[in-house]
């Protein structure tokens, strides 16, 4: 069998920035690289007891989410590709869970994003990379934020409320 990479992908630059690192060990190790955008239907889909819809509300976020996964690798990759064989594929199911599910042989290596999570945004959602971590057959590399996105989300946020901006703020 050959090795492979797996990556998970939401579109976030967290997940941008695991991607370019799976591309690059991908290209080291000679392995596929396989991407996985996992998405749920709202209300759990067909067949869930709390489905509001049916097949076509499947069927509608299914085909979003294949747009959103070719829209990411076109983002990150562009026409060129990430220089190994691209294997990609929208996943029903938890983020957590779709990745480890794929990531199932123990010669791959599973690539997620590993971003800031303050005490809020942790107890609203589960952290993908500790399940990952936790319940991952291979090896799991945790990639953490760029360094310059936690001052470009400070910008933002200052810009959105108006705050005077202090170049010194700015300055390693």
């Known amino acids: ?51 509001c819809g049916g097949s076509l509300v499947y069927a509608e976020c299914r085909a979003a989410a294949v747009r959103r996964l070719r829209e990411v690798l076109d983002g990150a990759f562009g026409a060129a590709g990430p220089g190994v064989a691209l294997a990609a594929q929208a996943v029903r199911g938890t983020p957590g869970a779709a990745l480890v599910d794929a990531a199932r042989d123990g010669d791959d290596l599973l690539v997620v994003g590993a971003g800031a999570r303050g005490r809020l945004l942790g107890a609203l959602r589960p952290s993908v990379a500790r399940y990952c971590l936790a319940h991952a057959p291979c090896p799991v590399l945790a990639v953490p934020p760029n360094p310059l996105q936690a001052q470009l989300d400070t910008l933002h946020r200052r810009n959105t409320l108006r705050a005077p901006l202090d170049l010194r703020e700015l300055m390693p």
């Open 1 to 51: 069998m050959r090795r492979r990479v797996v990556a998970g992908v939401s579109g976030s630059t967290g997940s941008l920035t695991a991607l370019h690192r799976a591309a690059a060990e991908a290209r080291w190790r000679g392995a596929e690289l396989w991407v996985v955008l996992a998405w749920q239907a709202p209300g759990g889909g067909p067949g869930s007891r709390t489905s």
